[in-house]
């Protein structure tokens, strides 16, 4: 019995608290090209007043979590429509729904993203099909732009949007529905006073599913991206492999962490909140 | 009952109305008449089609067939939020994220009244109910039976043409629903509002009703007062689900007569009735303030006799013992079908 319980502690102490110290004693200390490992310890923040005072990371910050909010807004956008559909359907054709959703998920992320490259680049199928139909003779192209980092970030991510939002509406007792019909609240009406608020909870969560690791997402800008969109975990990647900083890459992860600790712990408020409702 | 007659046209009109679900007529060809002011109730079993025509009247299905006239106006195809009627489901489906005042100035909400006199209607409803202390509470903070009265609160505050009531009764524990019954009552009275409800509860059905009609297999099989449904039941199925019923053939082998176990004499001695025959005791069921005895009569049937334990010392009758059972010529009810 004391096992079961030490063994998330356990867990936590040596795949999280260990690597965490590692990478925060790395993050002090100063970078040394010439010794491998490459870092000098000791206890300096000079990394972490760089990362607030060059242009270049402040700058990436804000792109990150630019990119990271539009993502999250059309994820929503998006997925509150699909989880609703896939919550009034029948319910036999349910788990239909659902594994289409998570469907994609049995092919590698890497090979999905790559793609996107194939459908985006400018002789891609996209362009192609443009071309082809005569809809647009000269198409610009979308690969390595802003725009296809945030239609992979959506893409990417839009089951951990969906997935929440329906566990949440099918929570949703269609009686609360008519009752408000019954009191006189048109379709609209109804959905903005009653299931709207009943399913804030997973809003929410898949908001902030999509949001978090979107803010640190590297897979989808490196590969779809261009060399000016600019996000905090391409950074990261460079400081550490290009520039072989392994000092600055940490104090990056540790700034990533800590300004990521803010979103998680309005989850799990909201979470609670929730729970103490019922 | 006479109160708050203001016309003789009946408040609700079913015409024909059929409604399906697949392969299943939930509600086969019904035509009701429901007045002004009435306490009508929708009596059946589980699976008779009583909810379904319930929720046709509140507009959350949609006729195959038939209309249905709600105060002159055919409301066959008009969308619930344009009904004037409310509903108290039998789930309460009160708004979990609403305290009791939101949840009963709902409805008045919607309908875009100013504030000032949301709150004063507000005030009034849950007065009506004795709820005026809870208003801010949420639902899941209530007990079960302050749930039901906010539900019929938010419902009535709406003043609706017709109120519909699903298992009124169902959720409350038994000590509960014996109050919540005489209060739904009084406040129907005091409203002089038509209520209609559903129930499968005949005991429910018999205390509160002005009139009920009897569902089976989505037909009203017999429409009345608790007293001529009960008195005079029209069918086999109607004498059976009301009340107790001992059912004997008639000489011509045909026809049925419904015999109710407390018209029935019993006695020791054979009675001075129009009929009597003789029997055995075959089982005593002691209730406190009635007795149930099966009967086994010397033409070999079984008849139930019930007895009123009036006296608190009396004789009583035991097992095996033989008896004689006699009823006056106008005891019981013959049967059309």
């Known amino acids: ?278 | 009952m006479q109160r708050g007659l203001i016309s003789n046209t009946p408040i609700v009109r079913i015409e024909g109305v059929t409604k399906r679900f697949g392969a299943i007529t939930a509600v086969d060809t019904v035509d009701l008449a429901i007045e002004r002011g009435e306490l009508f109730a929708l009596l059946g079993s589980s699976g008779c089609g009583k909810t379904t025509l319930l929720r046709l009247l509140a507009g959350f299905e949609t006729p195959d067939a038939g209309r249905l006239v709600i105060d002159g106006q055919d409301m066959t195809g008009v969308p619930p939020h344009r009904r004037p009627i409310n509903m108290m489901f039998q789930s309460y489906a009160l708004f979990p994220h609403m305290n009791v005042a939101e949840n009963v100035g709902y409805g008045l909400r919607r309908e875009g009244l100013p504030k000032p006199e949301i709150v004063t209607r507000v005030a009034e409803a849950l007065e009506q109910v004795r709820l005026s202390d809870y208003a801010a509470r949420r639902p899941a903070q209530l007990s079960g039976g302050q749930r039901q009265r906010v539900a019929l609160a938010r419902a009535l505050v709406k003043r609706p043409k017709l109120l519909l009531l699903d298992e009124p009764l169902a959720a409350l524990d038994r000590k509960l629903r014996e109050g919540t019954r005489f209060e739904l009552v009084r406040l129907h009275e005091e409203l002089g509002l038509t209520f209609v409800m559903v129930t499968h509860d005949q005991e429910e059905a018999m205390s509160m009703a002005s009139r009920l009609a009897v569902m089976d297999l989505g037909r009203v099989t017999q429409v009345g007062t608790p007293h001529e449904v009960y008195e005079r039941p029209r069918s086999r199925f109607v004498a059976d689900f009301i009340g107790i019923a001992n059912i004997l053939p008639l000489e011509d082998g045909r026809r049925w007569l419904a015999l109710r176990p407390e018209k029935i004499a019993l006695c020791a001695a054979p009675p001075d009735t129009a009929h009597a025959v003789a029997g055995r005791i075959v089982d005593v069921v002691y209730e406190g303030d009635r007795s149930l005895y099966r009967v086994a009569t010397d033409d070999g049937r079984v008849l139930l006799v019930s007895t009123a334990n009036v006296a608190r010392t009396k004789e009583t009758f035991r097992r095996g013992q033989s008896v004689w059972l006699g009823w006056a010529a106008d005891a019981g009810h013959e049967l059309d079908e």
């Open chain 1, 1 to 278: 019995m004391r096992f079961v319980i030490a063994l998330p502690f356990v867990w936590l102490i040596v795949f999280f608290l260990l690597p965490f110290a590692l990478v925060l004693g790395i993050a002090l200390g100063t970078n040394a090209p010439d010794s491998a490992p490459p870092v000098e310890l000791g206890l300096s923040l000079k990394n972490f007043a760089l990362l607030f005072t060059d242009d270049l990371y402040v700058a990436a910050w804000l792109s990150s979590l630019r990119i990271a909010a539009t993502s999250t807004l059309v994820a929503l956008l998006l997925g509150y429509p699909m989880a609703y559909a896939i919550a009034r359907a029948a319910p036999r054709r349910r788990p239909l729904l659902l594994m289409l959703v998570i469907l994609p998920f049995w092919t590698s992320f890497l090979i999905r993203v790559y793609a996107w490259m194939g459908l985006l680049a400018e002789n891609g199928i996209l362009n192609q099909f443009l071309r082809g139909t005569g809809l647009a003779a000269d198409p610009g192209t979308i690969l390595g732009s802003e725009w296809a980092v945030q239609l992979g970030i959506v893409y990417a991510y839009l089951p951990f949007m969906v997935l929440p939002l329906y566990a949440s509406l099918e929570k949703l007792d269609t009686s609360l529905l008519e009752a408000a019909a019954d009191l006189g609240a048109q379709p609209f009406a109804a959905f903005l006073t009653v299931t709207l608020p009943l399913s804030l909870p997973g809003i929410v969560a898949g908001c902030l599913l999509v949001f978090i690791p979107a803010v640190g997402e590297f897979v989808i800008p490196d590969l779809l991206g261009g060399t000016d969109t600019l996000m905090i975990g391409k950074v990261l990647w460079d400081e550490f492999f290009t520039n072989s900083d392994w000092p600055l890459a940490s104090a990056v992860a540790i700034c990533l962490l800590v300004l990521l600790v803010g979103p998680i712990v309005l989850f799990q408020r909201q979470q609670a909140k929730s729970l103490e409702r019922r």
